[in-house]
Structures are given as C-alpha cells and as structure tokens.
C-alpha cells in the first residue's frame, strides 16, 4: 500500500472512493444501481464463457448450443447467462424506477441520468440480440418481427431492416452480425456509458447525500444522522449483492433454461412467433393499432419514449425533489407503470398455454374444462372469448346443435375454427357440447 | 518576469486558436472516416445475386388454385415461396412472409385464404390484403416456366 501510495496516492483516491458518510435513512433501495453492476459482471463471465463453446454461423450455432446443453456445468453457465439478463432488465427498471421516485435525475445529477438512459437502451439491445444466438424457432421468428418493426419507419425503413439484417431476410449474416453487436459494439457501449454513469456518482455523491452537505454547511454535527460508507454502508450493499446472488444461483439450478427446436426459415412446424416476456407489454399493444395506426405504434411511441427517457430533467421543471410535492410527475409514472404491467401480464396470458389430455368430461365446469380449452385455442384471434360473457353469446344454452360456437369447431359451419390450425380433437368439442347441454352455466 | 507585450499576446491568442481548429479538424477528420468505412462496410449489399432463378419442380407438381410452399436458397437460408399456378391466368409466386410484421403466413385450403397466426392478417390466393394490419399486398417474386420447369427468383419490386 505504502509503495502505491508512494508512486500513484492511492490513499486520497481510496479515501474518496470509501470514507464519505451517508445518510441513515438509506435503504437497500439505493443500492439497486451497485446490484445492476453485479449482474452486468455475472453477464461479462458467463458470456466470455459461453464464446468459448459458441459457434456464430446458421450451420453450427445450433448445434454448439446443443452440445453445450449435454453437459451438466455448460447447462448451468447458460442458465445463469439466461437468468442474468431477466435479472438484469428487472434491476435496471427497478433502478430506474427508484431514481425517478427520488427525483435524482433532477439538476446536478442531469447527466447521470442520461448516462443511465444508455445502459437501459444498452441492455434491451443485448438482450434483444441476444435472443438470436442460439439459432432456434424462438429467437429467430422474434428477430424476424422485431427487425420488421424497424421497416415501418417512413423513407428509410427498407434501408433500416436491410442493414439489421444485412440482407432481406434473417439469415446467417444476421446471426454473425447480432453475435458482433452482442459481444462488442454493445458490451462497448454499456462500458463507456457506465464510467462516466458511475464517476459522476462518485463524484457528486447519491442524492441522498445532499442532506448531509446542506446540514454540513449550516454547521450541524452530522454523525447522528449518518453512518460511514465503509464499512457499515457498503456492509449493507454487499449483502443486497448477495441475495440478488442466491436468487440467480438458485433460480438458474431450478429452471433451467431449455433450447427449443432448431431455427427453420421455412417455419415447417408452424411456430407462432412470442417476445421474450419484457417485451411482451409492447407486443400487447401493437395489437390494439389497427393496421393504418401501426407507423404511430411502432415509430411514434419509441420516439416518444426516447424523448420522455433523454428529455425527463429538462421536461419536468419542478425544482424539488420530494415526492410529496411531485404529484403530476408521480401520477404520471403510476399511470404508465401499472398500464405496462397490465399490457404485459395481458400479452402474456393471450398465448396458448398447452392442454392436458383430458378425454371427454360429461358435466363439464367453466372454469375447469372449457375455459382451458378456449384459451389454448382460440384467444389468438378472439382476444376476448375466453370470458365467460363472451363465450354465452356464442352459444344457446341446453342446444348444442343451434351453438354457433359448436358449429364452427365442428366443421358444420364455414370457416371452420380455429382457422389456420389443427382442428379441435373430438373429445373437446363433445365436451362443449356437454356444457352447453348442462345449460352454459358460469361454474 | 517579463512585461506581456499586448501586440504580441493577441498575436499568440490568434495562433493558439488556429492551433485548436487544427487539432479539432484533424481529430473530426478521423472520426468521420472511421464512421463512413463502417456505414459503407455495414450498408446493405446489391441485391443481384439473389435473383438468380432456381427450379421448384415439374408443372404438374402445382394443382391449379392450390397454392404450394416451396424453398427458394437464398444467400445463407431457405427462402418460403409460395409457388401458385391460376390455371388459365398461369404462375405466380408470393414470399410467405406476411408484410405486416413478417411472420410466417398459412395456406387454408377450406376458407381459400392465407391466414398469419401472429396478429390475424388475411389475404386471397393472390396476396391481396382481405383484413387485419397487413398494409400491403404479400410480396410477389418471380415467377418462370421454362418447358416443363417452374423456375423462380427474387422479390418483384
């Protein structure tokens, strides 16, 4: 120490780094920033792991992914990469979240705020290309759609999709190109953006901080009301760490993360393609755009939302900070918070989850056995049918024969549903049938 | 120390700036030549390779009015065409990709639509748009018969 300290004063630079008081009343909260880095490290060594194995071309990917699955330690080490990056945007909204309620992107902290505007969009660009990498059904129909997004940009949108892509369609190319973006430009991106992120920090303290520097200046003793950031504090964060840690550890052991079938261009199987689950909320909203609107769903919101992210400490001219005296601000967050979280869950209960073999029920209920069936069935056109207000309307109850509902599963009425896909097995439609003989009721 | 000389103070300001512009100049220069030899190196290709024609099959491989998924094997992957022979109006092909977000779309022989699974569009035997979001027809490709063969190539733009 004392020969570092010599050469480089090592210890002005640690004194800076460690020997600041903090507040009492910070909680596990603030730390939430520290937890986003730890995640960001466990990504860094899995994902240099992981290009160890990985071969980046459409012939091998695949298969190196598949070799990698055989073996018990390569299996965990993808699970963790997995489970790091849904750890990873959940901490770094959560985050978001924290600073926006705190009102610390307010004047001095503008520009952290902004730096931290690039690692959110740095980490949804990872995890977007990231979802390619393993060449399956899964990632390469969710790239195929979510580059289209970029094609309904007026004027250049061809270009756009073109250069995602480097050609037409997703191929080879594509995949080579995402595993470039994923393992250089962006990892570069979240870097550069993180150092200053986190110098600024250091340099300006948290904002909690402020409180004491004011009291500071009045001349009050602060030792009360403070505790030292070494080691009592970062005691408090290191433990934060290490729950986030345990989660991850133990999350990726249970569930672990799985490889779908092999990515085919030609969609034999009929894959339907689905977002990974945090971009689920805006999946569910596009389908609310009809077709003529789609260029305000898929340019105009983004737009906003860059705007609203980049723009936030210049939009909100509220000088203070306390939430109390925030109320349009914190509204507004509410309101946008809670409909994300309603679009998601929304989107993602309209996919098909898979049916048991159940045979023919004879006094079917509701809820039990044909709520099931329709939401496996049916709810990807019909958005709303599998309520029971809406399955009633399809249906005269005690006749099963009159039921429209009956005689389009059944072949008796053109179309027959669901259109495009397997027809219902005859057992499931004999146990509609049965409800509605039962009387349809709502059980 | 010696007195400043205020002719030659604005002098030296004059070249300091002048230095400075040199300095940013150069730095720029750099950089905007490092930005063109990525935007060139990543802009999209020219498309002529892809619209070499290829053999799907026989003629007789088509029944009239059923249109029929085949591969085409483009530049790194298999391309869906669906190849659809109107009897008397002769051969078309369409890319399966539905226009709206390019999903995959599929052919329902019993309703006689192209139907994609993904948010409902529909569209005829001959890629015209019936309903839902899709905002343009389904892309045509080209289309050949060559004797007996059925030969196609890239997308018709």
Redesign the interface.
Do not use: Y
């Given at each position: 120490m004392k020969w570092l300290d010599e050469r480089l004063n090592v210890s002005a630079l640690m004194a800076s780094l460690f020997a600041h008081p903090v507040p009492k009343r910070s909680n596990f909260l603030d730390y939430l920033g520290f937890a986003t880095l730890f995640v960001f490290i466990s990504q860094a060594v899995t994902g240099i792991l992981l290009a160890m194995v990985y071969k980046p071309s459409?012939a091998e990917a695949y298969s190196s992914i598949q070799a990698l699955q055989a073996s018990t330690i390569g299996n965990y080490v993808r699970s963790l990469h997995s489970w790091s990056a849904n750890f990873m945007v959940v901490l770094v909204i959560l985050h978001l979240l924290r600073v926006f309620y705190e009102g610390a992107y307010k004047r001095p902290r503008e520009l952290t705020w902004i730096m931290g505007g690039v690692l959110l969009v740095g980490t949804l660009g990872l995890a977007f290309t990231g979802y390619l990498l393993p060449w399956d059904q899964e990632g390469y129909?969710a790239t195929?759609?979510g580059t289209?997004?970029a094609g309904y940009v007026p004027g250049f949108g061809d270009?756009l999709v073109?250069?995602l892509r480097?050609?037409?369609?997703?191929?080879?190319?594509t995949l080579t190109?995402f595993y470039s973006v994923h393992m250089l430009i962006l990892p570069a991106i979240v870097l550069l953006a993180f150092m200053p992120h986190f110098f600024f920090v250091l340099r300006q303290g948290m904002s909690s901080t402020d409180e004491l520097a004011e009291a500071q200046h009045r001349g009050e003793d602060i030792s009360k009301k403070s505790s030292p950031f070494w080691p009592n504090v970062a005691l408090k964060m290191i433990s934060l760490v290490f729950v986030v840690f345990i989660a991850l550890w133990v999350l990726s052991a249970i569930y672990s993360k799985g490889l779908g079938e092999p990515a085919?261009?030609?969609?034999k199987s009929?894959y339907?393609?689905e977002p990974a689950w945090y971009f689920f909320g805006v999946y569910q909203l596009?389908?609310y755009?009809?077709?003529?609107l789609?260029v305000l769903a898929m340019v105009g919101l983004p737009i906003i939302f860059f705007v609203l992210l980049f723009g936030l400490p210049w939009l909100d001219r509220n000088p203070s900070r306390s939430p109390k005296k925030r109320p349009i601000a914190l509204s507004v967050a509410v309101v946008l918070v809670i409909g994300m979280i309603f679009l998601t869950y929304q989107g993602m209960s309209s996919v098909p989850k898979p049916l048991a073999a159940a045979g023919v029920v004879a006094h079917p209920s509701y809820k039990k056995d044909v709520q099931p069936i329709l939401q496996a069935k049916c709810i990807?056109?019909h958005a709303d049918i599998a309520t029971y207000a809406k399955t009633i309307e399809k249906v005269s109850a005690g006749k099963p024969a009159d039921s429209l509902l009956i005689k389009r599963i059944d072949g008796s009425q053109?179309?027959?549903m669901p259109?495009?896909?397997d027809p219902l097995t005859k057992d499931q439609i004999q146990t509609f049938a049965n409800w509605i003989q039962d009387g349809a009721k709502n059980n | 120390m010696e007195k400043s000389n205020p002719k030659q103070d604005a002098v030296s300001l004059g070249r300091r700036k002048l230095l400075s512009l040199g300095i940013g100049t150069l730095g720029v220069a750099m950089g905007i030549s490092y930005l063109g030899l990525f935007g060139k190196f990543?802009?999209?290709?020219s498309?002529a390779a892809?619209t070499k024609l290829q053999g799907v099959g026989n003629v007789g491989k088509f029944p009239v009015n059923t249109p029929t998924?085949v591969?085409y094997k483009?530049?790194?992957?298999?391309?869906?065409v669906y190849v659809i022979n109107l009897g008397s109006e002769g051969f078309i092909a369409l890319d399966?990709?539905c226009t709206?977000?390019?999903?995959?779309v599929?052919w329902?022989q019993?309703?006689k639509?192209f139907?994609c699974?993904?948010?409902?569009g529909l569209y005829d035997i001959k890629g015209t748009v019936l309903s839902?979001?899709?905002?343009k027809p389904l892309h045509r490709r080209l289309v050949k018969i060559e004797g007996d063969n059925v030969l196609i190539g890239g997308?018709l733009v």
């Open positions: 459409a129909w195929t759609v289209a997004m270009f073109n250069v480097d050609g037409a369609q997703v191929t080879g190319a190109r085919d261009a030609l969609n009929g339907i393609p596009l389908k755009f009809p077709g003529t789609d990807q056109c053109e179309p027959v259109v495009g896909q | 990543m802009g999209p290709k498309v892809a998924l591969s483009g530049a790194g992957t298999d391309e869906g399966f990709h709206h977000l390019e999903c995959a599929n329902v019993a309703t639509q139907i699974p993904c948010h409902g839902g979001p899709p905002p997308r």
